[in-house]
């Protein structure tokens, strides 16, 4: 099949004088490096350059996190044991919750690094920044919830589990 195709073009090479032969096959010879690497190398170049980038700039990305990581972690650690200081769990959770407007019906240390906390109709809103702040001031980890609706839309009843 190729060699159907290029009968035409080997018969007219034949057909040339042995000068524009020669002129032919140098043209050939000089221009089949160039063609092999703008068709091969040069992509792989191209590529291999685009990809070197975007692993630098990964790799930048990576190292902020790892810093930013470090970061929060130093500082909770510290706003931790700066707001916790020679307070219990109970007293914690007690004197905390009045400025969110919720009120305590309830409260049961399970350990000393436990406690659970029920709240009868407290509006939500307020309950998820008290348990946000519970988290960032006092490092508590909220280990479960229990939740209902309260009597009025957007109002809750909760039981919380705290870790310290």
Do not use: C
């Not at 990576?62 to 650690?77: D, H, I, V, Y």
């Not at 510290?78 to 009045?98: E, I, K, M, T, Y």
Request: hydrophobic content about 45%; glycine content about 6%.
């Amino acid at each position: 099949m190729i060699a159907q195709a290029l009968a035409p073009l080997k018969e007219k090479y034949q057909a040339m004088p042995e000068r524009d032969r020669r002129a032919l096959l140098m043209l050939g010879i000089f221009l089949l490096p160039a063609l092999l690497y703008f068709a091969l190398v040069f992509p792989v170049q191209r590529a291999h350059s685009s990809l070197s980038q975007q692993l630098e700039a990964k790799q930048a990305d990576l190292q902020w996190m790892q810093e930013s990581a470090a970061k929060m972690k130093s500082m909770r650690g510290s706003n931790v044991g700066g707001q916790r200081q020679g307070r219990g769990l109970s007293q914690l959770v007690s004197d905390s919750a009045p400025r969110y407007q919720l009120q305590i019906s309830r409260i049961q240390p399970r350990g000393d690094d436990e406690i659970q906390v029920w709240l009868e109709d407290a509006p939500f809103d307020q309950l998820v920044h008290w348990l946000h702040q519970s988290e960032q001031d006092f490092g508590l980890v909220v280990a479960s919830i229990n939740m209902t609706a309260g009597k009025n839309p957007g109002w809750v009843k909760m039981q919380v589990k705290f870790k310290g």
